[in-house]
DNA sequence: TATGAATGAGCATTCATTCAT
DNA sequence: TATGAATGAATGCTCATTCAT
């Protein structure tokens, strides 16, 4: 029955299925959803068109994988155990200054996601619940602990776990998709430690009689 | 034989004008861009389909044009010389909560747009240029001048402005966009609230007991 | 607003659908439904396959469209006013040896529709009711009608309309069919002439003493 | 290394193949000829889809393949010996109540071959030669031979066996396809009577009151 | 022989745009 | 200017068939 052994089988099967999400990430990215074509994926992916359809069920569900994708891949690793050991600027800087920073590599993909959420009902339904949510959520648990230890002032913390997702977004994302040129490593990193600064001295329970530039906040979460 | 005067004649032009891109709006928010179709657009405007191209260079310019009302209808009078009048907490709570609140209304809009910009060189450049940037340049000046003044601490103004934005978007427009089910006024205004707390308690330049400019919120976040 | 007359489009408009209509008939017939693709149809009928489109709902809206041509054009002249005032043989001569041969012309086109009626549930409703019940319930009332006068001898009405048309079918139109030689006019006729006399030598309620070959029917069908 | 012996192996091949077959006339009647899809068909017999290729050319094969079986397993047995030793009426009612019968169960496939006839040269050629052409030559020779022997008046045998499959057919083959509600057996069985009644009616010598070979059909259409 | 992944030609349909009236 | 019929390029997807294992 000159059968391949199921496993190694398997192993292939996934692997051409990666190289086909990963052309079409690549070609989502470059044309939009809509401009995409099945045609150009599967060149890029060094198949024949008709393969696509042996791994997927179709082009909108490529799309649909990639979300998945992006959820495993890049954002369910943005709050891992060893972060929370950080303090909190440490954590805050890390989260956009490395985390996040993911999403810069995947924002075209991320936008090409945007689009189509506009117009189909299920994938928002997905995103909100696959990526949004789960995200927003972790980062608000953080900040409602940290408020809950003394060490933040009580206020909303979902809306400063979105707030400060927006202003990473704003600043580090957004201007890059505009086009405006890429912002050097150190001058990066400096933007990342000003919004830091900004976002924790909103925060600080009680600003310290004489902390350096911004924060003071670590002496004193608990008296 | 009764030729119209000139001036009547562009006036109806005009009116011709907004009306198919009145339609286009609704049409290209409703579908996104390259699901909606000119017949749909014609038909909504009232017109044949070939009436359009007398008005317009094809679905493109459409959007373009779309991109050019935007402007000058709702995002240039953000920051009007009225609002520089208030104070601060009353300037960024009107900014929130007012003016900014145009854009939920063109929100489908400017996704639209967004998907477009990812993959049409100068679109981008058209927004960016025409948008993005005089929004955040004038709310930087904004801010800049408050630093200066010393009602806000030094920092970088810029990104303080982007961030502010980010934040307001973050917690208004996308949970809006991705379904959320939409906030009751009340808890919209204590949602904005909050914000401009978080946001200004970061931008205090010395939270001290003696409460300069604006927020009250520092005082004991445990007796 | 340079409209042509609405009467001269509208004619204009019924010419082009036709001719599009006896394109896709020729089409389907040579090559069968599925085989037969719009880009050949609308090369037979000198038109942009796009045009097709302008005129019908799609490749089975033009079936369809085709089976209600035949209803309109053959099928409902099969039993007309004057054929009622023939005598019996004449009768059913003229049926099958004129009328009912419009079905020869017609033979590929309804095989075709005989495919699809196969496999089309609304098809087949639509052919059983529109064309299928309709000229069999002629049939069988003029049958019934000549059996209550006492013209034929009492028995199943439909059953011998349904025997009547299936006894043409098998000899005028399956032999065309499947390939046997054309017949020759004359033959033709004789044929004919045959297959009446062996239907109607069934119905006569009461054989001649002395008739020649086959029907001494027509005297006393009253005593 | 344990060969089976070619014999074994050739009952199995043969079982195989008649699966196949078996699976692809189901999937043919059901779906059509040309929506049906080998992959359905390699499913429907429990195989991959690359050993029907082992088996058989093409799906065009399998079609004719079929043609052969049908030849085979029903029709041919159409016209046993033992038929020819009853008397008329039960010759023909056998005939149409029990042997033709069977073609109501293969009607589905029937009529799919009836559709690549219209469009397969070939097998229609296969068709006439091997199904239409012995079977309506079996019957035409049974009828001469009653003629010659004085039961049934002199006529066209041929056009009489052809009349009598037509009428057959059209009374209890085509309403079944075009969706008429099924008969139950008792009035199906009334039917073929009335259906023999009417076609040897026409084929008495002589319908004198001296009824001589089988209907007491022609006494007293009216008292 | 059996398998099923890969193939790629082929097709119905859509839709922005043109242009004669 | 307005119209809307005509256009035809472009595209997602299907499926019979091949062939390496």
């Known amino acids: 029955m000159g059968r391949k052994p199921d496993a190694l089988r398997e192993r292939l099967r996934q692997e051409r299925r990666r190289e086909i999400l990963a052309a079409a990430g690549r070609i989502f990215a470059q044309k939009g959803f809509e401009k995409a074509t099945t045609r150009e994926i599967a060149a890029l992916a060094g198949i024949a068109e008709g393969t696509i359809y042996n791994y997927f069920q179709g082009k909108r569900d490529l799309l649909i994988s990639l979300l998945g994708s992006l959820v495993t ?96 977004v704003m600043n580090f994302v957004v201007p890059t998709i505009l086009g405006e040129r890429a912002m050097p490593g ?32 670590r002496e004193g979460s608990k008296p």
């Open 73 to 168: 891949e890049s954002l369910q690793e943005a709050l891992t155990a060893e972060l929370f050991n950080l303090d909190e600027q440490s954590f805050l800087a890390n989260l956009i200054g490395r985390r996040l920073e993911s999403i810069t590599s995947n924002a075209d993909m991320l936008l090409v996601l945007f689009q189509q959420i506009m117009v189909d009902d299920e994938l928002r339904r997905s995103y909100f619940t696959r990526v949004f949510l789960p995200v927003t959520t972790q980062l608000e648990a953080y900040f409602q602990a940290r408020m809950d230890k003394g060490i933040y002032r009580q206020t909303n913390a979902r809306m400063v776990a979105r707030a400060t997702v927006g202003a990473f």
């Open 186 to 217: 150190p001058e990066r990193k400096r933007l990342a430690g000003e919004l830091v600064d900004f976002l924790i001295g909103g925060l600080a329970p009680r600003p310290a009689p004489t902390g350096g530039t911004a924060l003071g906040l």
